[in-house]
């Protein structure tokens, strides 16, 4: 019996003590009609030896690629100390603090990452993480509209924010009657047009503003951040906590500050693993924190006075709220947010900073050797983090698969999110690649290329 | 300390990123940052120190026993985590595609398959990242079927009084109005106060079962009966999933939608909240509202379904699909538990919990339903301790750490007052849930001779009772340096 440690003589004396004469008669409340008698349709049980052969074989069958992709989701050095840190039983298989005095531990971690995201983005509270970047930015629209005292149930949302985050944000307000509009980008610039965006008539509750942007371009934050102030609108950052170690934070954009800032945690020290878990985080400024979702934690004193930490602001939540708390978002993503916390202590300022230095120079390295390819041009021009768009003579998914029978993922196909630039690709390089990844890279998109080009053989020639 | 306060200023873990990098020479200065972000200057060793120091002041189930109701702290197995984490899971990125992930998108599905078959529903999507996160899909769903019926005077959800707080909140999340039914003294759904709260304006009913109450619904047929005649549709909580695994089937019973939490039923870990997985199963109406993605299987080969294959869903709940790595722990736990294994987990949380619940009950303790079997959980109400003696369930569970057990889930559910619901899990050793009423009657003991003693506890842990008010009214959210 996997994980279930009763001998004989136990299940005997525990039915003699309930007073029953078997298991089956603890379940004699359960009407008899309903009983399903098993699960014939799940296989047997695997020993451990058995199921790690099923899993290495599967693990093995997948393999490796050298990757190129990013588009949300970015492969960064992760310390060895960080996962072993965080799958230590004490960690792992805690549940959330709420019996504080038995929670330190999580509880002093999480107000360390606290301060950490605070600083990072330059705001003056956070929260103690959500599921993923995308549902950050949903809950932080439903918060900017909970904080908009006109009662003004719309947000302009550019249309170089993550496609993704914009459906994930559609299919949690659509049902309050919240209504996202899509503001267009400049298509010489790649980035969210300042005329268009005047050109919107009617009166918003905030404007998202993604910094880089999807294209990997970096906005006008600034004059976006005081557009949207100069109309009684909040400004809401979407971000790579990354980049913030080398651009400029959302708290110090334009005159004053973005007012929310959100993004996904998960470049910082959280495996790429197929999309999830990853941890969505947010900050703000100190008027908005008691419209913030999720869990925060404070620090306090105990009886004697010595200092120690407990959730706090509860009232917002829905154990207590009910049916008008500010989400119902009960776990968070903690074991993330405690990767994410050892990560940034172990790579500090400096460290942190050369990441996103190093990601940058790859990223420039690797324009430079496509860009040489003929057939192979930049699409938008303007200074970028760590991707761009690059354009390609051939289709996009014959390019893609031409390059994954190589063990290359070459990026991120722009196509199905973005009809005009369906001959294009977003690439990324990361501090993890090699100049010999460079280099076989653009070789193999080089004759990938070429051979397209070629003229089809002849018949009469041969 | 913080780890801010073990910081020197030039300090580095040195293996851990590249030393040097070239400048951003390209980028206009006003994007850059001006100073460093505020984060320790501090060495490997330092960190791997203190972080190891702070789990040390962590209670966990891999440290002491956590009978925590409603939360289902089982064991949770290593291999799980060791198999989730094979190198080439981690490395693969969510986008992609199918065939440079069929090992990975095989397990999803037969995991997928698996949970179909656990529940007896129709269809199962394990996009939401969490229980609340189900929950939000299931209701969601629910609105996109009347929705798409033109039926759209339905603004109700109906939920008993003794649900988690997530059923409302969600309930309100999807734009619907909260109707609160009475549970009747035997812990039932009060079946008058239902028939008399349904009807045209009904768009459905979440339902906990067993209830929180930690006792399954007897009439549950006959409820769900009342709601689809009045063109609701039922919605099954399956947070307490545990205690019914492999006897009953949610959709045999008829429900429309149910959540699993796969972080207490199928055993990945709490991770200190989180992350969890909230995967949800249909009956045969609501699949065209599945959330996306979930996984198909097309002459051998797996890959996701997105907008296109399903143009009604609801939609993606986040960006790249789901908790793909806590989906691949229960994975593994379900192909090490198998069908019998899975029947045996429900056989033994109520066996554990039934005897847990006779032993306290001849130490002296109250049940709070002394005539009801439990299900996987029960409930000792402490009202008459605290009449007598001040001591309160609050009191009573801090004392109990300092015993080394973590609390039992205190005042919760809201109808029980000085409540303490007790989920021992399958798991956990006779043994064990001896030395737990042992600890629990030494408790009551002191209550009754020391009260001050209990109402002062915890006094063996790293801190003393901390003070949650001043928590709150003095805000201190982030460290600044003196």
């Known amino acids: 019996m996997p994980f279930i440690p009763h001998t004989e003589s136990d299940i005997a004396a525990m039915l003699a003590s309930i007073g029953v004469p078997s298991t089956d008669a603890l379940f004699d409340e359960i009407p008899a009609e309903l009983n399903c008698g098993g699960l014939p349709g799940i296989p047997a049980g695997l020993s451990e030896m058995a199921v790690t052969r099923l899993m290495h074989q599967r693990a093995a069958q997948d393999g490796f690629y050298s990757s190129f992709l990013g588009a949300g989701a970015y492969e960064h050095h992760i310390p060895a100390a960080v996962w072993q840190i965080v799958t230590r039983g004490e960690f792992y298989s805690a549940y959330t603090p709420y019996q504080a005095e038995a929670s330190q531990g999580t509880l002093q971690l999480l107000y360390e990452y606290q301060t950490m995201m605070a600083g990072l983005t330059g705001l003056d509270v956070s929260n103690a993480s959500l599921y993923d970047g995308a549902s950050a930015l949903a809950e932080a629209v439903l918060m900017a509209v909970r904080a908009n005292k006109a009662g003004i149930r719309r947000v302009l949302v550019p249309a170089t924010l993550h496609p993704r985050y914009l459906a994930v944000a559609r299919s949690t307000v659509k049902n309050q009657g919240i209504e996202l509009v899509t503001v267009p980008y400049d298509p010489a610039t790649g980035i969210t047009n300042l005329v268009a965006l005047d050109a919107i008539a009617g009166e918003a509750a905030a404007v998202v503003i993604p910094q880089p942007n999807f294209f990997g371009v970096l906005e006008p934050v600034d004059a976006l951040t005081d557009w949207a102030h100069q109309r009684n609108m909040l400004a809401l950052a979407v971000v790579n906590p990354l980049s913030l170690a080398l651009l400029k934070a959302p708290g110090s954009w334009g005159t004053r500050g973005a007012d929310i800032c959100v993004g996904d945690g998960q470049p910082l020290g959280v495996p790429l693993s197929s999309g999830g878990p990853y941890f969505g985080f947010m900050t703000a400024r100190q008027a908005l924190v008691r419209q913030m979702p999720g869990r925060i934690v404070g620090r306090t004193v105990d009886l004697d006075g010595q200092p120690g930490f407990a959730l706090t602001l509860q009232a917002r939540e829905q154990h207590i709220r009910r049916s008008k708390a500010t989400s119902n978002i009960c776990t968070n993503q903690g074991l993330l947010v405690t990767a994410a916390t050892i990560h940034m202590a172990l790579l500090g300022p400096q460290g942190l900073k050369n990441v996103a230095l190093s990601s940058h120079a790859n990223t420039r390295a690797l324009l430079e050797r496509l860009c040489a390819i003929p057939g192979v041009e930049r699409v938008f021009p303007g200074p970028f983090f760590h991707e761009a768009v690059i354009r390609v003579n051939s289709p996009v998914p014959d390019v893609l698969r031409a390059l994954r029978a190589q063990s290359i993922l070459g990026g991120y196909d722009l196509g199905p999110d973005y009809p005009d630039l369906a001959d294009c690709i977003l690439v990324c390089a990361t501090e993890t690649k090699t100049d010999d990844d460079l280099t076989q890279y653009a070789q193999q998109l080089a004759r990938i290329l070429s051979r397209r080009r070629e003229a089809p053989p002849c018949a009469y020639k041969s | ?482």
């Open chain 2, 1 to 482: 300390m913080l780890i801010f306060e073990h910081a020197h200023p030039g300090r580095r873990a040195h293996a851990q990123a590249p030393l040097t990098a070239p400048a951003a020479d390209d980028l206009p200065a006003e994007a850059l940052r001006q100073t460093p972000p505020p984060l320790p200057e501090v060495s490997e060793l330092d960190v791997v120190r203190h972080y190891t120091g702070l789990s040390q002041k962590n209670f966990s189930i891999d440290t002491q026993f956590y009978p925590l109701g409603s939360c289902t702290m089982k064991y949770n197995p290593r291999a799980c985590n060791s198999l989730a984490m094979l190198p080439q899971f981690l490395a693969r990125h969510p986008l992609a595609d199918a065939d440079t992930g069929q090992g990975f998108l095989a397990s999803m599905y037969e995991l997928q398959e698996m949970l179909k078959e656990v529940t007896g529903m129709a269809a199962v999507s394990m996009a939401p990242m969490a229980g609340a996160h189900g929950e939000f899909a299931g209701v969601a769903m629910i609105r996109a079927y009347h929705d798409a019926r033109g039926d759209t005077a339905r603004r109700e959800i109906i939920v008993p009084d003794a649900a988690h707080g997530t059923n409302p909140a969600t309930a309100t999340m999807c734009g619907y109005a909260v109707r609160e039914i009475p549970t009747d003294r035997q812990g039932n759904v009060d079946l008058e106060a239902l028939k008399a709260a349904v009807g045209a304006q009904t768009a459905g009913l979440m339902l906990t079962n067993p209830s929180t109450l930690g006792v399954f619904e007897k009439t549950i047929v006959e409820i769900q009966k009342i709601v689809h005649e009045a063109g609701g549709l039922t919605y099954y909580d399956g947070a307490n999933l545990n205690a019914i695994l492999g006897r009953v089937r949610p959709g045999d019973m008829g429900f429309d939608v149910i959540h699993m939490n796969l972080h207490k039923t199928f055993s990945t870990p709490h991770g200190g909240g989180g992350p969890g997985a909230g995967p949800v199963g249909v009956s045969e109406r609501l699949k065209p509202y599945l959330p996306i993605p979930y996984v198909l299987e097309e002459q051998g080969l797996h890959r996701y379904a997105g907008e296109t294959d399903c143009p009604a869903s609801i939609g993606r709940m986040s960006a790249f699909g789901g908790n793909m790595g806590v989906l691949l722990r229960a994975f593994v736990y379900a192909r090490m538990l198998g069908g019998r294994g899975m029947q045996r987990v429900a056989e033994f949380a109520a066996l554990n919990a039934n005897y847990l619940a006779a032993e306290l009950r001849k130490a002296g303790f109250e049940l709070a339903y002394p005539g009801r079997r439990a299900s996987h959980e029960f409930i000792v109400t402490l009202k008459k301790l605290k009449d007598e003696t001040g001591v309160t369930a609050m009191d009573f569970a801090k004392r109990l750490l300092d015993y080394g057990f973590h609390a039992p889930t205190t005042y919760f559910p809201l109808l029980v007052p000085e409540c303490l619901l007790i989920e021992p899990t399958e798991t956990e050793s006779k043994e064990t849930l001896d030395a737990f009423v042992a600890a629990m009657l030494a408790v009551k003991r002191e209550a009754e001779g020391q009260p001050d003693l209990v109402k002062s506890a915890p006094h063996k842990l790293p801190s003393r009772r901390l003070d949650d008010v001043k928590a709150a009214r003095e805000l201190d959210l982030v460290w600044k340096p003196a």
